[in-house]
């Protein structure tokens, strides 16, 4: 009985002791995720800019981070390959250029831009037709919250409606 009694003290006294350093705080509740689109534009001359309008289901506030990916490709998988954007590419012949983006509350504007020496027209039309991008919409608080890599595209989906 003794035994039995020891126990239960040493068990009830490791029980009150449990004590740390409180955690960060939390949302309270608020759930906070990001929203996406998709779009397929043509880069023609003259400006080799194009435009996407944000939806209008998607509320876009000032404080939010828009972040923008260009497809490039499929993998052996199956699964689709993005980059973040700006991106630069560099061409057969050493030039490069790079794929780049701004916004508003309204539009997500997309261009080439390259050096006042590059000819864009002399662009393959692979580079320029049928250009396939993501944009992403996430809350500054929740980017501010996690440790996310917001050049991973697929780190950046777990938090996307």
């Keep these: 009985m003794k035994r039995i009694l020891s126990f239960i003290t040493v068990f009830a006294l490791l ?3 449990c004590e740390g350093e409180q ?5 309270d509740g608020v759930n906070f995720v990001g929203q996406s689109f998709e779009g397929t534009v043509n880069f023609i ?4 800019q194009a435009s996407l309008e944000i939806p209008l289901n998607i509320e876009l ?3 939010d981070m828009v972040l923008t990916y260009r497809l490039v490709g499929i993998d ?3 699964y689709d390959i993005w980059r973040p954007l700006p991106e630069i590419v560099y061409t057969d012949n050493g030039n490069e250029f790079q794929y780049t983006f701004d916004h508003n509350f ?9 050096p006042p ?11 320029r037709i049928g250009q396939t991008f993501r944009i992403v919409v996430l809350p500054v608080d929740l980017v501010n919250s996690i440790d996310l890599d917001v050049n991973n595209l697929s780190e950046v989906m777990q938090y996307v409606e």
């Design 15 to 17: 029980l009150t002791a």
């Design 23 to 27: 955690g960060p705080p939390g949302f």
């Design 45 to 48: 001359n003259p400006d080799y």
């Design 61 to 63: 506030i000032e404080s």
């Design 76 to 78: 052996n998988e199956g």
């Design 106 to 114: 309204d539009f997500v504007d997309l261009f080439i831009y390259a």
């Design 117 to 127: 020496t590059f000819d864009r027209s002399t662009l393959p039309e692979a580079d």
